[in-house]
């Protein structure tokens, strides 16, 4: 049961094109997405990390909120 309610527990950030490289700036880090270059996907924000959706696949960046700039103990900015 909990594991279903973790699953609803995440919200949309941004649609996004990932380049041929398959590299994305995350948090002025570079972010390897390359089994999904060269697509249009949805960037969700969840309790595992960062995921990127597109047709059916996912992939986790993990931990990317331990990358996030912080200023005074709030988030210098949303990902653009």
Do not use: W
């Not at 948090?27 to 249009?40: K, P, S, T, Y």
């Amino acid at each position: 049961m909990l594991e279903r309610l973790e699953s609803y527990a995440s919200y949309e950030i941004v649609n996004k094109t990932i380049p041929a490289t398959g590299c994305i700036r995350l948090f002025n880090r570079d972010a390897h997405l390359a089994e999904m270059a060269d697509r249009e996907v949805r960037l969700f924000e969840s309790l595992e990390g960062l995921e990127a959706r597109c047709y059916g696949e996912r992939a986790v960046i993990k931990n990317y909120r331990m990358f996030q700039p912080m200023t005074s103990g709030i988030p210098a900015r949303r990902l653009t």
